[in-house]
């Protein structure tokens, strides 16, 4: 069981707008702790999607945003394309733990 | 740009320890700006972070595999490595390495390397 919560699976159609919640507690995104973003296209290394709650690294469309609010964090994915389809992770330090650690991922199908 | 590859044995024996290499190339291990961190994922399973050493060998392993786990760096093959002891069935994975940058993401990730542990 992770310590960062995210939706199994989520969907949307081409074109469509789709948000991923990555829920967390007072000894991790609710610390103040920064949260990153992944995206892991299947049989593939995650890649970096977000990082530091809304920064996109060079390359990474701006059709992809991320932002945080208390003890929880979203990724949004707008204008939806066929190639979204993957597994996205959110990332960040629990100081219970001492440990980065991950959310269990969530499953993107464009329908 | 900066890449990572992973090496090492694809089976190791239940008990035994398993040893992996990450290759860093198109930059340089040594700089201050990174750490660099061991990451895995059993197979149709989430991402766990494993553990990161610093340039200077200092480490910081998952403190769940603490007494099991050493992660150390040689500059001078622009390389760090992983062993994790006494592994189980559990502990078959594709094993990551990757760059930990200031904000503390992964920002470069090598392919993954699968091991499996079966006798």
């Known amino acids: 069981q992770s310590v960062l919560t995210q939706p199994p699976s989520v969907s949307g159609a081409p074109g469509q707008r789709v948000t991923i919640s990555c829920t967390g507690s007072?000894?991790?995104?609710?610390?103040?702790?920064?949260v990153h973003w992944y995206q892991q296209l299947p049989g593939t290394a995650p890649k970096l999607l977000i990082y530091?709650?809304?920064s996109r690294p060079s390359g990474v469309p701006d059709r992809f945003s991320g932002s945080k609010s208390g003890t929880s964090a979203s990724l949004a994915i707008s204008g939806l394309q066929a190639e979204d389809e993957a597994d996205y992770y959110c990332q960040s330090f629990d100081n219970s733990l001492s440990a980065w650690v991950f959310g269990g991922g969530t499953k993107l199908t464009v329908l | 740009q900066v890449q990572l590859q992973e090496s090492g044995p694809g089976l190791v024996q239940p008990s035994q320890t398993l040893s992996l290499t990450c290759t860093v190339s198109?930059?340089?291990?040594?700089?201050?700006?990174?750490?660099w961190s061991w990451i895995r994922q059993p197979a149709g399973k989430g991402l766990e972070w494993v553990g990161r050493v610093f340039l200077r060998g200092s480490a910081n392993p998952n403190p769940s595999l603490k007494s099991r786990v050493t992660i150390s760096v040689d500059a001078t093959k622009n390389q760090f490595s992983l062993k994790l002891s006494s592994v189980t069935a559990a502990d078959t994975a594709v094993y990551y390495c990757?760059?930990?940058?200031?904000?503390?993401?992964?920002?470069?990730w090598g392919q993954g390397t699968t091991v499996t542990v079966s006798s």
């Open positions: 198109g930059g340089s291990i040594s700089s201050s700006d990174y750490s």
């Open positions: 530091t709650g809304s």
């Open positions: 007072s000894s991790n995104i609710g610390a103040g702790y920064d």
């Open positions: 990757a760059r930990m940058n200031w904000g503390f993401a992964m920002d470069v």
